[in-house]
């Protein structure tokens, strides 16, 4: 009878093993440093030139939606056409839905840095609202907390930035755009300092 003498061999799947880890190694290194320049540079791009950075990527937002709102449309109309089940209302209300959609949507199509811009600031008054809402929150259980000073703190930040961001939201928009240009820079930092550290897994 004939043996196997590879697999049977000292070390040929210790061997195995190792190549493996090697890659899977190889592969996590390759990721940590892709991600990370990827990371960086955006983050350098957005705090160098923000301006132009922000109303490129709203500009990509925008047609995202608006291309969303015509997919969406269509497909209202779509069932509201063929559909043999639904009622007469119904059917009303899909038609009328969709052609809001695709208006909606052919107007944000046509007027992408107007678009761009109302999505900004619908964005930066959200997050203004959200940041009094927390601001609120946090005096409400400011008494119950058991780091009532930094609980108050907190809470008068928050305010203050929800402020800010109500009252100036496109000053606003171009801050929280900053911020995020700067935490990229750092994560970046960090994942290629990452890729470089990791040994094995």
Do not use: C
Not at 15 to 21: M, N
Not at 152 to 161: H, T
């Amino acid at each position: 009878m004939s043996t196997n003498t590879t697999e049977n061999a000292p070390g040929g799947v210790a061997g195995s093993d190792a190549q493996v880890t090697t890659r899977l190694t190889d592969g996590i290194r390759t990721a940590f440093g892709v991600g990370g320049l990827i990371a960086l540079v955006l983050g350098l791009l957005i705090i160098f030139n923000p301006a132009k950075s922000g109303a490129v990527a709203m500009q990509i937002l925008a047609v995202v939606m608006a291309a969303y709102a015509l997919v969406v449309g269509v497909v209202y109309l779509g069932s509201s056409i063929f559909s043999r089940s639904m009622g007469g209302w119904s059917r009303v209300g899909h038609i009328l839905l969709g052609l809001l959609y695709i208006i909606g949507g052919i107007v944000m199509m046509l007027n992408i840095g107007a678009a761009g811009v109302v999505i900004a600031l619908f964005l930066s008054i959200t997050v203004g609202i959200l940041w009094l809402f927390e601001g609120v929150m946090a005096f409400t259980v400011a008494g119950k907390s058991d780091n009532k000073v930094w609980t108050i703190i907190y809470g008068v930040v928050s305010v203050i930035a929800g402020l800010v961001l109500l009252f100036s939201p496109l000053l606003g928009a171009v801050t929280l755009w900053l911020l995020l240009g700067i935490s990229m820079v750092v994560m970046g930092i960090v994942q290629v300092i990452r890729a470089f550290s990791v040994k094995s897994i």
